[in-house]
């Protein structure tokens, strides 16, 4: 018998996350380990009178792939690809582990050929997206590995994944609305700003042009769960858009490799200094496969209050209410950032105090145009997320 949480992801995920019209073509693509979710999307897609299309990719012809191929192989993308890519109305993604490791002894220049190949297709995409010509939306599937790394059960994760995204709620979209309308605030508050500063007390000193940028509301659509507010720095701006430093508080995850205590110098909007206790040479593979991996192509605040604790998980991990994470490489058009790269990296620095449920910061404050807007993971207006509610 199918978990009615499950279900209730499905559903949500079809019906109000990519909004899935009848005619239309929707791509369905994850490990088989979630095929359960799979089932439910399907018939989900196949009930509201859309073509479903499902693409399998087990892990372990991933690691077959990087265990054999030759350099032409690494760089080939399949002529279908693109074809593929233009055609889908909507595409519903699972991250879906049985081995959230099995990429972690893999040369990293080879997964930078891979990753660097695979450019022209990830812009399309955001191309795509950014015009509203293709909706998408990716979520977790809960299992055994995602649990082990959270430090929980495959139950207490289960519980994690689906509370996270309000499932348990009578009626999960009222609740997604109603974050909607929290987050907008916010959104409402920045459009036009200028300048954003991220200070922590772990040395993080981040300067950010915002000027004429678009600020997204991540309100259960494109991510599920979800809970961000997010643009694009203005990379054209004099000084380059970013200046500063930032000491990113939990590990980066990339490919399953984990990267510790990484710090950023930015000058000019360009990465010119990069260190970290543990990954370094993954970290600088990452950032020398092409030139668009040393800008910045997001910054965004975490607004998902629901999330307290570090899962290493990114899709949970960057949503930590209290907690700003600003991303290497592939901007968003829509934002009205263009910077092209094969790498988008995510990663997160902690703005709550060392005494918050999860915190692995001590403090630190947000700043938009000399105005402090947060101070230590909370928002300081009333009605913004976190301030009165849970949500």
């Known amino acids: 018998m199918r978990d009615p949480r499950i279900t209730a992801l499905a559903r949500i995920l079809v019906h109000y996350s990519t909004a899935v019209q009848a005619g239309q073509l929707v791509r369905l693509s994850g490990d088989p380990v979630g095929m359960p979710l799979i089932e439910a999307l399907y018939e989900e897609v196949v009930k509201a009178g859309a073509h479903p299309l499902v693409r399998l990719s087990p892990g372990a012809l991933t690691d077959l792939f990087f265990a054999h191929a030759n350099d032409a ?73 995602s649990a082990q790394d959270a430090e929980m059960s495959l139950a207490q994760y289960e519980d994690f994944v689906f509370a996270a995204g309000h499932l348990d709620a009578d009626d999960p979209v009222a609740v997604w609305k109603e974050i909607h309308d929290r987050q907008q605030k916010v959104v409402d508050y920045l459009t036009g700003k200028k300048q954003m500063r991220f200070c922590a007390a772990n040395g993080t000193d981040l300067h950010v042009d915002v000027e004429g940028m678009t600020w997204i509301n991540c309100d259960g659509h494109e991510n599920f769960p979800d809970g961000e507010v997010f643009t694009g720095p203005n990379l054209d701006a ?9 000491r990113y508080s939990f590990p980066a995850v990339h490919h399953g490799r984990e ?34 991996a040393r800008r910045l192509g997001e910054i965004a605040i975490g607004t998902n209050y629901q999330i307290t604790r570090y899962t290493k998980n990114t899709l949970f991990d960057e949503k930590i209410g209290g907690t700003f994470h600003a991303a290497v490489g592939a901007g968003y058009p829509e ?21 918050a449920e999860g915190s692995s910061g001590a403090g630190g404050t947000i700043e938009v145009d000399g105005e402090v807007i947060s101070r230590d993971g909370r928002f300081v207006f009333d009605g913004w997320p976190g301030v009165g509610t849970g949500t």
């Open 259 to 292: 990267v510790h205590d990484i710090e950023l110098t930015f000058e000019k909007g360009v990465v010119v200094d990069a260190k970290a206790g543990k990954g370094l040479d993954f970290l600088h593979a990452m950032l020398d496969q092409d030139p668009g």
């Open 238 to 246: 004099a000084d380059g858009g970013v200046n500063g430093v930032v």
């Open 73 to 145: 192989q690494l760089a080939h993308v399949h002529p279908l690809a693109e074809a593929e890519m233009r055609a889908i109305d909507a595409s519903i993604g699972l991250w879906a582990d049985t081995n959230t490791k099995h990429l972690s002894q893999v040369d990293p220049a080879r997964q930078g050929k891979v990753s660097a190949a695979r450019q022209p297709l990830s812009k399309l995409f955001m191309e795509r997206a950014a015009a509203g010509d293709l909706k998408w939306s990716g979520t977790q599937y809960p299992t055994q590995a």
């Open 335 to 355: 934002t009205g950032n263009s910077n092209a790269s094969g790498l988008h990296w995510d990663m997160v620095c902690d703005l709550r105090p060392a005494d």
